[in-house]
């Protein structure tokens, strides 16, 4: 229950301090180009950490991991206050600085989730119910995000509850593990898991592409700050709900649901009209995602043996699709509009879909 409460309060930090970064930048002078390249930053910490530590844990002690990426994670993500013109001096203030300070928190936040996955597996734990305790999670730091509105207030209630949780992972039970040698890097479980890393990376992609200029594609359409963490705590909260049973279904049927849904989503979300509209297509996009990221834990688990190292690869891939994406999707929107940012993540998504069901068709 511990990890579960770890899992759901980093979630809550995660989710809270992540909201309104776009609507910062944009308040920091950036343009829809450098919004992008301060996800990016974000996504290319996080890819470097959750690989390098996530490799680390399979060798040293898991609860070591945590804590040190805990610990880091409290004062890293309440640094970002610095970035708030409202906070400190305004002349300290800029997207330059906003970028340095994502950059810090995503290594910072890279550094636990793998050992913790891992962690939570072996001690014979539901990785849906661990999933979904992380759903509810971001619904309750995307709602309470909206509720504070204003950006250092956020920063600091996020950090809060990474301090909680670095507390609670002092009393993380010991579990039994092999201490395994692992590759710098793991060609071998690259390709042995390849059919799962290729179509995830695609999609989330594209996810990406629409997440990094999603709460401005929101007030564009009438939506403020407390709608926009309405909004995404509809999401969060039907994977909670969602997260809760779909680990009993095969890997391999998850990821295909995942994949089909994810692309109808992105099209739902281009057709809105008024921010209310949205909703709908945010439980869809809940639902997807449940199947998608517990379907590829799943998988992932039962087919390695290097279980810290697997995820840790699949969160990198997480964390390389923030730097795709974000990229793309600022220049995108910079250049096309919103609307055309959705369009490509949907045949992404496809791609990855096409990608998936070609190359299982005599897998395992």
């Known amino acids: 229950m511990k990890s579960n409460v770890i899992q759901m309060l980093s979630s809550v930090a995660l989710a809270a301090s992540l909201l309104f970064i776009p609507n910062l930048a944009k308040d920091l002078g950036a343009s829809d180009s450098e919004i992008g390249m301060i996800g990016a930053a974000y996504g290319l910490a996080v890819f470097t950490s959750s690989y390098i530590f996530g490799r680390a844990a399979d060798f040293y002690d898991r609860k070591l991991v945590i804590r040190l990426g805990l610990l880091f994670s409290t004062f890293a993500v309440f640094l970002q206050a610095l970035a708030d013109p409202f906070f400190v001096v305004p002349l300290l203030s800029s997207p330059l600085l906003l970028a340095l300070a994502r950059g810090l928190v995503g290594f910072s936040l890279g550094m636990f989730p793998p050992a913790l996955i891992?962690?939570?597996?072996?001690?014979?734990?539901?990785?849906?119910?661990?999933?979904?305790?992380?759903?509810?999670?971001?619904?309750?730091?995307?709602?309470?995000?909206?509720?504070?509105?204003?950006?250092?207030?956020?920063?600091?209630?996020?950090?809060?509850?990474?301090?909680?949780?670095?507390?609670?992972?002092?009393?993380?039970?010991?579990?039994?593990?092999?201490?395994?040698?692992?590759?710098?890097?793991?060609?071998?479980?690259?390709?042995?898991?390849?059919?799962?890393?290729?179509?995830?990376?695609?999609?989330?992609?594209?996810?990406?592409?629409?997440?990094?200029?999603?709460?401005?594609?929101?007030?564009?359409?009438?939506?403020?700050?407390?709608?926009?963490?309405?909004?995404?705590a509809v999401n969060t909260v039907t994977q909670f709900a969602m997260m809760q049973f779909v680990d009993r279904f095969e890997g391999k049927t998850l990821l295909t649901i995942g994949l089909a849904f994810s692309s109808i989503t992105f099209v739902t979300i281009s057709l809105?009209?008024?921010?209310?509209?949205?909703?709908?297509?945010?439980?869809?996009?809940?639902?997807?995602?449940?199947?998608?990221?517990?379907?590829?834990?799943?998988?992932?688990?039962?087919?390695?043996?290097?279980?810290?190292?697997?995820?840790?690869?699949?969160?990198?891939?997480?964390?390389?699709?923030?730097?795709?994406?974000?990229?793309?999707?600022?220049?995108?929107?910079?250049?096309?509009?919103?609307?055309?940012?959705?369009?490509?993540?949907?045949?992404?998504?496809?791609?990855?879909?096409?990608?998936?069901?070609?190359?299982?068709?005599?897998?395992?």
């Open 118 to 232: 891992a962690h939570v597996y072996e001690s014979r734990s539901s990785l849906g119910r661990f999933s979904g305790f992380g759903a509810l999670g971001w619904s309750i730091g995307t709602f309470t995000a909206g509720l504070i509105g204003f950006y250092w207030g956020v920063f600091i209630f996020s950090s809060g509850c990474l301090s909680l949780a670095f507390l609670l992972s002092l009393g993380l039970p010991d579990v039994e593990k092999v201490k395994l040698r692992v590759p710098f890097f793991p060609k071998t479980l690259l390709k042995k898991n390849w059919r799962v890393y290729l179509p995830f990376l695609l999609r989330h992609s594209g996810a990406n592409c629409v997440w990094i200029i999603y709460p401005l594609y929101i007030e564009s359409l009438g939506g403020d700050k407390l709608w926009t963490g309405v909004i995404y």
């Open 272 to 364: 809105a009209q008024s921010f209310l509209q949205l909703i709908p297509a945010q439980i869809i996009l809940g639902s997807s995602w449940s199947c998608l990221y517990v379907g590829s834990l799943v998988y992932l688990m039962k087919h390695n043996v290097e279980k810290s190292t697997s995820s840790g690869i699949l969160g990198s891939l997480i964390s390389l699709s923030m730097v795709i994406g974000s990229l793309m999707g600022g220049g995108l929107s910079s250049l096309f509009g919103f609307r055309a940012t959705m369009y490509v993540a949907a045949g992404l998504t496809l791609l990855g879909f096409f990608f998936f069901k070609l190359s299982n068709r005599k897998a395992p």
